[in-house]
């Protein structure tokens, strides 16, 4: 999501040797896990509010945790891509916040307006929870996520919502496509960061709107043929802006899929998968992906 320069590129074989072995000469302090709390985050579109357990895992890539290493994040090229990684999380976190927050404003009812408040303070609760991580590893949570602000912020801007069940639909459609996302990570992370991407992507926020959609389709059918069509629109440009992420942040992809004999391939194969569960979220909604 840099918009801007970038002087990451792809890791060779040979260089993702030479940084597997690498020992830890400035350790990150341990910290304690984080404590799970009721909803999660945001991925590259800066949209994660939380979880259900709906439709197949994406496929998992092969790990990206140096071999030979006592504490992984003591590899300064392992530490940049969690770097890398965490500061469009944290982005995403922190203008989710204020999205939530603004879209509560258009809400049809007060109850409405509180549960989407509640979903904005747990985004801001979490853009925290990623802070003081990321700070254990002698970066800034702003030096982690200036280069990815300009990207999200212009996606935000294409995706504008033009009202409350717009909104409404681009809280769960990309929701859920960050928790496909997280979850096709899962074992390519060290423990500690694994277990701040799980408690990130904890909770009951995806089912909570997935409940209200099916609520406003019910009082009002019209609304299917405009939300089916803000949803593929939705999905589309999420995907477009993994794809930019991962050309501008070289290391991201690179140390992704960097036992992948054809990490191209195999980003294809993933992103394949986000789109047909995206089509059996919008199937379970009634409508047409």
């Given at each position: 999501?840099?918009n801007?320069?970038?002087?990451?590129?792809?890791?060779?074989a040979?260089?993702?040797?030479?940084?597997?072995?690498v020992?830890?000469?400035?350790a990150?302090?341990?910290?304690?896990?984080?404590?799970?709390?009721p909803?999660?985050?945001?991925?590259?579109?800066?949209?994660?509010?939380?979880s259900?357990?709906e439709?197949?895992?994406a496929?998992?890539?092969a790990?990206?945790?140096p071999?030979?290493?006592e504490?992984?994040?003591a590899?300064?090229?392992y530490?940049?891509?969690i770097?890398?990684?965490?500061?469009?999380?944290?982005?995403?976190?922190?203008s989710?916040?204020?999205?939530l927050?603004?879209?509560a404003?258009?809400s049809?009812?007060?109850?409405?307006?509180?549960?989407?408040?509640?979903?904005?303070?747990?985004?801001?609760e979490?853009?925290?929870?990623?802070g003081?991580?990321?700070?254990?590893?002698g970066?800034?949570?702003?030096?982690?996520?200036?280069?990815?602000?300009?990207?999200?912020?212009a996606?935000?801007?294409?995706?504008r919502?033009?009202?409350?069940?717009?909104?409404l639909?681009?809280?769960?459609?990309?929701?859920?496509?960050?928790?496909?996302?997280?979850?096709?990570?899962a074992?390519?992370?060290?423990?500690?960061?694994?277990?701040?991407?799980?408690?990130?992507?904890?909770?009951?926020?995806?089912a909570?709107?997935?409940?209200?959609?099916?609520?406003?389709?019910?009082?009002?059918?019209r609304?299917a043929?405009r939300?089916?069509l803000?949803?593929?629109?939705?999905?589309?440009?999420?995907?477009?802006?993994?794809?930019?992420?991962?050309?501008?942040r070289?290391?991201?992809?690179?140390?992704?899929?960097?036992?992948?004999?054809?990490?191209?391939?195999?980003?294809?194969?993933?992103?394949?998968?986000?789109?047909?569960?995206?089509?059996?979220?919008?199937?379970a909604?009634g409508?047409?992906?």
């Amino acid at each position: 999501m840099n918009n801007g320069s970038s002087d990451s590129t792809a890791l060779s074989a040979t260089e993702r040797k030479r940084a597997g072995s690498v020992g830890p000469s400035a350790a990150a302090p341990e910290s304690p896990s984080p404590a799970p709390t009721p909803t999660g985050a945001a991925s590259v579109t800066g949209a994660h509010v939380g979880s259900a357990d709906e439709g197949p895992t994406a496929p998992a890539a092969a790990s990206t945790v140096p071999d030979g290493v006592e504490d992984p994040l003591a590899n300064p090229v392992y530490a940049r891509f969690i770097t890398d990684l965490l500061g469009v999380v944290a982005y995403g976190e922190l203008s989710g916040f204020e999205r939530l927050s603004s879209d509560a404003r258009f809400s049809p009812s007060l109850a409405d307006r509180a549960s989407l408040g509640r979903l904005a303070v747990q985004e801001f609760e979490h853009f925290e929870m990623v802070g003081r991580f990321v700070g254990e590893l002698g970066v800034t949570i702003e030096e982690a996520m200036a280069p990815f602000q300009p990207s999200i912020d212009a996606f935000h801007e294409r995706t504008r919502p033009g009202d409350w069940y717009e909104s409404l639909m681009k809280a769960y459609v990309l929701d859920a496509f960050s928790r496909d996302f997280y979850r096709s990570l899962a074992d390519t992370l060290d423990p500690r960061t694994r277990r701040l991407i799980s408690t990130i992507d904890s909770g009951e926020g995806a089912a909570h709107l997935q409940r209200r959609l099916r609520e406003a389709l019910s009082d009002d059918p019209r609304l299917a043929s405009r939300l089916a069509l803000w949803g593929r629109r939705l999905v589309g440009e999420a995907l477009t802006q993994a794809q930019r992420v991962g050309i501008e942040r070289g290391d991201l992809a690179g140390l992704l899929f960097a036992d992948e004999p054809d990490h191209t391939q195999h980003t294809t194969a993933l992103f394949s998968e986000l789109t047909r569960n995206h089509s059996r979220r919008m199937s379970a909604l009634g409508l047409t992906a």
